[in-house]
């Protein structure tokens, strides 16, 4: 059969189960690989488990699962041998609701194995099993598991976050998330996957692959990136655009570092980007274009930040805007 998972979501959906169908679940079951039924159940029944925590007990996933038996009329804790000891006269309802039991099994069972890494309350660094460092935006996370790197490097990600990943020819490095999923080899960039109008993939170096899906897979584009190309989905409208991301990449390779430097870039265009970091409009009035050679660390205030950009310039003060919602630095042009 080519597409399990297809048919296993059309068994669940069905009232009545001929004795071919019957034979066929119990055969399924009796075999090793249950991923597709995994699927089903996380698609089907929206089993949130990115959610969970690495430290889920064990015996409150036991006694979820009895509770489940329970209700079904279950008392045989092997599942597979559930499905030989039933017999046609079962209600089709109770299989379905075992089946589910069963995924919920898998899952939990998996969960146990995964890390979770937050960056609650300011940006974090983390370096991962294969040598990979990501850095996570505050409110960001990566869900993993603990044996990441040795056959497979897949990851989930909440929020934004830089990646640099190390080269694994025979190991790609995939990230998922509920709009885009990215795949390379060895790369620098950045994805931000927040719940906003729109979603980007930013390459600072090498080379990935983005499924965008807008958490629709059946009907993902696949796109290819380079350095300094960036791909934006428009999560109201599903519009991919394919843009140059010369800037961005510059911004985020910066950013990753946790310090901005500056050799002889514009005013206006450090504002810019202490704008992107800490959301609030900023501006200057006759110094936009001169040069700024300094560096900046993230982590400072902002007032700091703009006092740093004024010191160079005659008679240059930092103003506060009248509604208390920016700022204007305003001094003498340069030469």
Known sequence: MNNRKAYIQQLLHSDNWSAEQWNWMKTYLDGEDLSELQAVAAEDFQLELTEMKSTLDKKVSAAMLANIHRRAGITDNNFRGVFRLYTRRIAAAAI?????????????????????????????????????????????????????GTNTRELTLKGEAYFNVKHA??????????????????????????DNEEVKVVVISGKVQVD??????TSARTEVLTANKELVLNTQT??????????????????????????????????????????????????????IFS??????????????????????????????????ITGEACE
Request: glycine share 6%.
């Open 295 to 328: 560096n900046f660390n993230i982590n400072d205030d902002l007032r700091k930040q703009l006092d740093l950009i004024a010191a160079p310039f005659r008679n240059a003060k930092v103003n506060e805007l009248e509604n208390g919602k920016g700022f204007m």
């Open 212 to 217: 965008a899906h807008n958490g629709n897979k």
């Open 96 to 148: 379905g609701l075992l089946v589910i039991s069963v995924a919920a099994y898998i899952l939990l069972r998996n969960n146990s194995n995964m890390l979770i890494v937050s960056a609650d309350k300011e940006r974090t660094t983390v370096t991962l099993p294969d040598g990979s460092d990501v850095v996570l935006e505050k409110g960001a996370s990566i869900r993993y598991p603990k044996n990441f």
């Open 238 to 291: 599903n519009e991919i655009q394919l843009i140059d991301g010369t800037d961005d990449a510059r911004f985020y390779a910066r950013k990753s570092t946790g310090v901005l430097t500056y050799k002889g870039e514009s005013v206006v265009t450090v504002l810019r980007d202490l704008e992107r970091i800490y959301n609030v409009p900023l501006d200057a009035r006759n110094i936009r274009q001169c040069p």
């Open 169 to 194: 020819a025979k190991a790609a490095f995939t990230i998922s998330s509920k709009y885009l999923k990215t795949t390379v080899l060895g790369t620098a960039f950045n994805m931000d996957v927040r």
